[in-house]
């Protein structure tokens, strides 16, 4: 059970410089080596056996986590209402389809409301970058990133990064190769910033219009060609061409896209012979990977990254409520 005062709540929005400063989880930017490690070993330890996977524990009992989700999500919400069960706490989703949002209700309102309700944690995602931040200075209890915009995705990259350590035994060193539409990925730009803390070589390989402008300041190596990209990589992270956020043509046709950026068999041979591949989900099969590689279990890594995303939440959730 953690401590019941809340005299914490008046802290101001910080970066992550030590686990035990991790006030909210809004970004991997700025989150140090010794706090992402300690939040995968935490991870880890609620990872199956009898370590509590399927048990509710008591930590967070008599709390309240609040999801307030303004985007469609499967995976995310779920997970996080899961590792928030399972830690002994109560669950709220907040559907923006019938909350007053959809009567013109401000963000910052929405804030005020929620803290007046004594929340005390809130997992947030938000179509627009930094509107999670925002919501964060104004929230009075920690606040959990699900997801904004086109900036950030902390958790999956902490996902990501577990399923790759579970496999590899370590991160330093590998070379990961981000494939597909980096332009408009939450995804790729906190993988990015976690893995280059952590040491491994980046790479993405895109098409010249899905590739981010400021890529060089991010330190990966770009490639607009998969062969070359791919070549004795470690680890292939899949993405998908994020329609969503896309407004214009920056790709000719599915078909073609597929011909040239989709992950094959052929152009998965130029990997190491060990590499593995990755997507977050939700798959466009048959665009940027074939299926039948997609499920391939001895090469795919795709459903252990569900798998670990409880675990991953459950950490989160524990380390937000203990700083
Ligand atoms: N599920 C991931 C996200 O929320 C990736 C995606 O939607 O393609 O960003």
């Known amino acids: 059970m953690l401590r019941a005062d809340k005299t914490h709540k008046t802290r101001k929005t910080q970066r992550c410089a030590s686990v035990k400063a991790c006030r909210h989880i809004l970004a991997i930017e700025g989150m140090s080596r010794d706090a992402i490690v300690a939040l995968l070993d935490k991870a880890q330890s609620y990872v199956g056996g009898d370590s509590g996977k399927r048990r509710r524990l008591s930590v967070l009992e008599g709390y309240s986590v609040i999801n307030l989700f303004f985007e469609n999500s499967t995976r995310t919400r779920t997970s996080f209402e899961m590792a928030a069960k399972r830690l002994g706490a109560n669950v709220v989703n907040m559907s923006v389809a019938t909350s007053s949002i959809k009567k013109g209700e401000t963000l910052l309102d929405t804030a005020a409301t929620l803290n007046a309700m004594d929340t005390d944690v809130l997992v947030v995602r938000h179509p627009c970058s930094g509107a999670v931040v925002l919501l964060a200075e104004k929230m009075t209890c920690p606040v959990i990133n699900g997801g904004d915009g086109a900036h950030e995705h902390p958790t999956q990259a902490l996902i990501d990064a577990l399923t790759i350590r579970s496999r590899k035994g370590r991160l330093s060193g590998l070379k990961v190769v981000i494939c597909g539409d980096v332009k408009h990925s939450r995804v790729a730009r906190s993988n990015i ?61 599915p078909r073609e896209y597929y011909h040239f950026f989709g992950l094959d068999r052929k152009k998965f041979a130029v990997a190491k012979d060990d590499a593995v591949i990755m997507h977050p989900g939700p798959m466009d099969r048959g665009v940027e990977i074939d299926s039948e590689l997609a499920d391939d279990i001895d090469r795919s890594l795709i459903h252990q990254q569900v798998e670990v995303g409880v675990a991953v939440r459950m950490a989160c959730l524990q380390t937000v409520m203990e700083s």
């Open 193 to 253: 910033h976690l893995l280059n803390t952590m040491q491994a070589e980046v790479h993405i390989v895109a098409p010249y219009t899905l590739v981010p402008s400021g890529i060089d300041e991010l330190g990966v190596r770009v490639h607009h060609d998969m062969h070359t990209g791919l070549r004795d990589a470690d680890v292939i992270m899949m993405l998908r061409i994020q329609k969503e956020r896309i407004h214009g043509a920056y790709v000719s046709s």
